[in-house]
T-cell receptor, first 114, second 118 residues
Framework: DTEVTQTPKHLVMGMTNKKSLKCEQH?????MYWYKQKAKKPPELMFV???????INESVPSRFSPECPNSSLLNLHLHALQPEDSALYLC?????????????FGEGSWLTVV | AQKVTQAQTEISVVEKEDVTLDCVYE???????LFWYKQPPSGELVFLIR??????QNEISGRYSWNFQKSTSSFNFTITASQVVDSAVYFC???????????????FGKGITLSVRP
């Protein structure tokens, strides 16, 4: 079983709604990630938090707003999304090791914007 | 710039057949890491293996084996005696060494859809 848990598993929202995706990891990792994945495509990096600070923003539109309340939690706040934002949103975490970093992913949140 | 090529897009085999998934990468860095992930229809990306660029030993884990060859910049994945549960999309990925510390950045290939028929 994955040690990165995401809620909700499925979300349907209107273009004027405000919703949030939540992610939690219990591996003591200090980096957490949000990826977006469209059908039949590889995951695309959106944001990275390292030691609870935003370290990478891949030029993501402001209608996506990440938040890292503590080292175990990561949220993605959604507002005024477009239908093309419908996708699988994957949360992940990693920790630096002498042998290299491995990114572990959650089960994802399937988002549909109507 | 880094690049990962998975030339095969879809593979279909009958159960118990062996199947090899190809991965070719490009990087100018001398230190890097290669990964394979499995993504079943449920959506979760499952980590399978990480290989350090300095370690060219092949690895076997049950029915899975990996062949890393720096000379050809390839990191191929073989499933022996495939099973229906192996049906999934498989991604090869390459780490970006410019990102150090706790965080990391991966360059993914486009993925290979494997279908194993009973």
């Amino acid at each position: 079983d994955t040690e990165v848990t995401q809620t909700p598993k499925h979300l349907v929202m209107g273009m004027t709604n405000k919703k949030s995706l939540k992610c939690e990891q219990h591996m003591g990792h200090r980096a957490m990630y949000w990826y977006k994945q469209k059908a039949k495509k590889p995951p695309e990096l959106m944001f990275v938090y390292s030691y609870e600070k935003l370290s990478i923003n891949e030029s993501v539109p402001s209608r996506f707003s990440p938040e890292c309340p503590n080292s175990s939690l990561l949220n993605l706040h959604l507002h005024a999304l477009q239908p093309e934002d419908s996708a699988l949103y994957l949360c992940a975490s990693s920790q630096r090791q002498s042998s290299g970093n491995t990114i572990y992913f959650g089960e994802g949140s399937w988002l549909t914007v109507v | 710039a880094q690049k990962v090529t998975q030339a095969q897009t879809e593979i279909s085999v009958v159960e118990k057949e062996d199947v090899t998934l190809d991965c070719v990468y490009e990087t100018r860095d001398t230190t890097y890491y290669l990964f394979w992930y499995k993504q079943p229809p449920s959506g979760e990306l499952v980590f399978l293996i990480r290989r350090n660029s300095f370690d060219e030993q092949n690895e076997i884990s049950g029915r899975y084996s990996w062949n890393f060859q720096k000379s050809t910049s390839s990191f191929n994945f073989t499933i022996t005696a495939s099973q229906v549960v192996d049906s999934a999309v498989y991604f090869c990925a390459l780490s970006d060494p410019n990102y150090t510390g706790a965080n990391s950045k991966l360059t993914f290939g486009k993925g290979i859809t494997l279908s194993v028929r009973p």
